[in-house]
């Protein structure tokens, strides 16, 4: 057996008397794409949130590379490399493009305390965050305020920046959000590409996007794992047409 | 987009901006003093030396304010501590500035530490409150100083001396020193806002989030913005101390520290030569409604608030070289 990339052992979390996340256990092997789907409301976000360290779980434990890593705080667990997209795009707007990779690069480095070179003449940097951009196919707007890019290309934007901290895993907080069908394809042909060079939990309302990238899934009904398995499975799990697939089709 | 747009980093601010405008601005106050001979006004060069002074503390407070978003309400409390630093050691007979200028720097910041560590847990109206508080702290217990003088102040006989001369006597030498550490304090602004630190402060002003989720805390790099801040308008302060060859609490009242964020907010946020320019004409404006009125608040307030209302990015905005994207 590998180890697991990620493991999450029985967490928990509750606003108030609301239970969002419910004993939730499941785990994230090396190259594999793990897709966490489920209707609104089921706790998809708050359980991502968890786990990259803007939340903080009730009861259980995350597990990163073999290190309990519950307890801290998010920029010590991106160190450690886990790197997150969110659902609301999360770039910085007054930064050009490029700039907003070469901060994630620039962080990957090391401290920051750098207090006397330009930093935007820091050539060999500008080029790594260059090619950073090139592979997600905004090579020609590396030099936009990342604030004028398409909705589409700051999404895109977002996962070079998870990509340029070389993570383990990437946590995907629906990348596809607000996509236009062709933004959806090309992202879902990139996130393809990158398959078995990093290990990914994908939060996904696009079911056909989520079908066609992911190894396994877990459906999350009211905080709870209701079912694991490959998307064939899943497809023909009676409990899960019921709760979400169901739905969707109607 | 096109090549050319691919070819310069947007951020780069345009070269007239970044170096001609400073450059003119320098240039003004070097030639000053000569021209002030010319015209045998020797008022206009005490009164430069004033605006140059509090220059350096608008652009101190430039640095956290319109790069860190960091509003600061008590950066007036650092003019106060530097010139009372001056002013405390001269009564116990220490005049050289290698004393004193160390002392200026360490007690600045160290308070800058002390209650930075503590307002950079808060955000927003929060910090603003705190700092305030901090601030009147200062000024409150400068108050009751009473071996130092308490609400009246402190005469301070002569200036700091320099290896046991008293060369800062002179007033064209005195403009000249004050002169070459505003151009030194903006030098080491700009230059820090241009490196990786300076990426840091700026990133963290746009989305606190995204930084931490590429594993950076903003919380230290805002820290040690903030007490480079308070170094330098302590520095400011020590000045302010010699020109006057006084100190008094009334440095450090809250609304010297509303002055200096209107300076900043003057210039237009973002810019160091906005500071600069922010402080000179508040205080130009300040001076000549004086002159024209004893009533002249009430012309200043409502002009204050014209500017901010409707001239957003301030004096910068109306500048050529293309506006600053925000």
Redesign the interface.
């Known amino acids: 057996m590998t180890e697991p990339i990620l493991t999450l052992d029985g967490l928990e979390k509750n606003f108030g008397a609301l239970r969002v996340t419910d004993k939730v256990s499941l785990d994230v092997l090396p190259g594999e794409i793990h897709a966490i789907i489920g209707p609104n409301g089921a706790g998809k976000t708050t359980l991502i949130g968890q786990i990259?360290?803007?939340l903080r779980p009730d009861k259980g434990r995350i597990v990163f590379l073999g290190t309990d890593v519950t307890h801290l705080?998010?920029?010590?667990r991106?160190?450690a490399g886990l790197?997150?997209s969110?659902q609301i795009t999360?770039?910085?707007?007054?930064?050009?493009a490029?700039?907003n990779v070469?901060?994630?690069i620039?962080?990957?480095q090391g401290h920051?305390?750098?207090?006397?070179?330009?930093?935007?003449r820091d050539e060999a940097l500008?080029a790594e965050a260059g090619r950073y951009l090139t592979d997600l196919g905004l090579g020609?707007?590396?030099?936009?305020?990342a604030?004028a890019l398409s909705h589409g290309e700051k999404r895109s934007l977002e996962i070079a920046?998870a990509l340029?901290?070389e993570p383990k895993l990437l946590l995907l907080d629906e990348p596809m959000a607000g996509t236009g069908r062709e933004e959806t394809d090309r992202l879902v042909d990139i996130l393809n590409r990158l398959k078995g060079r990093y290990a990914m939990m994908l939060v996904e309302h696009d079911m056909s996007a989520v079908f066609a990238l992911a190894d396994r899934i877990s459906v999350l009904v009211y905080g709870a794992v209701v079912a694991t398995g490959t998307p064939e499975e899943i497809r023909n799990d009676p409990k899960v047409r019921e709760a979400y697939l169901g739905e969707e089709a109607a | 987009?096109s090549v050319a747009?691919?070819?310069?980093?947007?951020?780069?601010t345009p070269i007239f901006r970044a170096r001609v405008l400073p450059a003119i601005i320098l240039a003004g106050f070097a030639l000053l003093p000569p021209l002030a001979m010319a015209l045998d006004d020797s008022f206009l060069v005490f009164f430069a030396i004033r605006v140059m002074i509090f220059a350096i503390a608008a652009v101190s407070l430039a640095l956290i304010l319109g790069f860190g978003a960091m509003v600061s309400f008590g950066h007036a409390a650092y003019i106060g501590l530097g010139a009372y630093c001056v002013g405390i050691l001269a009564e116990h007979g220490i005049w050289e500035f290698y004393i004193s200028l160390p002392v200026t720097l360490l007690v600045c910041g160290l308070f800058a530490a002390v209650t930075g560590a503590i307002s950079l847990k808060t955000r927003g109206v929060y910090f603003i409150m705190i700092t305030l508080a901090f601030g009147q702290m200062a000024f409150f217990t400068a108050t009751s100083l009473s071996a130092y003088g308490g609400d009246d102040g402190l005469t301070i006989w002569g200036r700091t001396e320099v290896f046991g001369s008293s060369v800062l006597s002179d007033r064209t030498t005195f403009y000249y020193v004050v002169f070459a550490l505003l151009a030194g304090a903006w030098w080491l602004c700009a230059?820090?806002v241009?490196?990786?630190?300076?990426?840091?402060l700026?990133?963290a002003r746009?989305?606190e989030?995204?930084?931490?989720?590429?594993?950076?805390?903003p919380y230290y790099?805002r820290l040690?913005a903030f007490v480079i801040a308070g170094m330098l308008a302590g520095i400011s302060g020590a000045l302010l101390a010699n020109s006057a060859e006084f100190v008094s609490p009334a440095y450090m009242t809250w609304h010297r520290s509303g002055e200096l964020i209107f300076m900043v907010v003057l210039g237009g946020l973002g810019s160091f030569a906005g500071a600069v320019l922010g402080a000179t004409g508040y205080l130009v404006l300040e001076e000549v409604l004086s002159h024209i009125t004893e009533h002249w608040r009430l012309i200043f307030g409502p002009f204050l608030i014209l500017v901010v209302l409707f001239a957003r990015g301030g004096l910068m905005g109306l500048i050529p070289g293309g506006k600053r994207?925000?």
């Open positions: 990259s360290g803007s705080p998010m920029d010590k991106a160190k790197a997150r969110f999360t770039i910085l707007p007054e930064f050009t490029r700039e070469a901060l994630a620039q962080a990957r920051s305390f750098h207090f006397l070179k330009n930093v935007s500008n020609n707007r590396a030099d936009v305020h604030g920046i340029a901290s | 987009m747009a691919t070819d310069k980093p947007a951020v780069a230059t820090l241009n490196s990786r630190f300076g990426r840091v700026q990133g746009q989305s989030m995204r930084l931490q989720a590429i594993g950076i805390e790099y040690v994207h925000d």
